[in-house]
């Protein structure tokens, strides 16, 4: 069994910056898919970016292209979103996701994800 805990969530305003950090902990991760999802009040759970297992490739969803960037360190089993220039749409509970047995790719369904952090809440002020 994974287990995931998120960090570095809060208020920022308008422009600034957030880091969320993922720790897993359980088996190694070195194997998973990783992804951040978020979901706003009243929304569907979105995909916002994922990391293959390798680190090789990356998946944005276009309204965060140019703005967020991933990382993961497979020897720390650790995940990273860096938020930049975040905006009130931005604002929801971000989850960090697994999924085992993946192949070098990047999912982006919830379902296709096997493990989910509680999530954490990123506020925004105008």
């Known amino acids: 069994q994974v287990q995931l805990a998120e960090s570095g969530g809060g208020l920022v305003q308008a422009g600034g910056s957030l880091r969320l950090s993922c720790t897993a902990s359980?088996?190694?991760?070195?194997?998973?898919?990783m992804g951040w999802f978020r979901q706003g009040p009243g929304e569907e759970r979105e995909a916002v970016a994922v990391v293959s297992w390798s680190g090789r490739n990356t998946y944005y969803a276009d309204s965060v292209k140019g703005r967020f960037t991933i990382s993961r360190e497979n020897g720390k089993n650790t995940m990273s979103l860096e938020m930049n220039d975040l905006n009130p749409e931005d604002a929801a509970v971000y989850y960090c996701?697994?999924?085992?047995?993946?192949?070098?790719?990047?999912?982006?369904?919830?379902?296709?994800?096997?493990?989910w952090g509680q999530g954490i809440q990123v506020d925004v002020s105008s």
């Open positions: 996701a697994a999924r085992d047995y993946s192949a070098d790719y990047t999912y982006t369904d919830v379902r296709q994800f096997d493990y």
């Open positions: 359980g088996r190694a991760f070195s194997s998973y898919c």
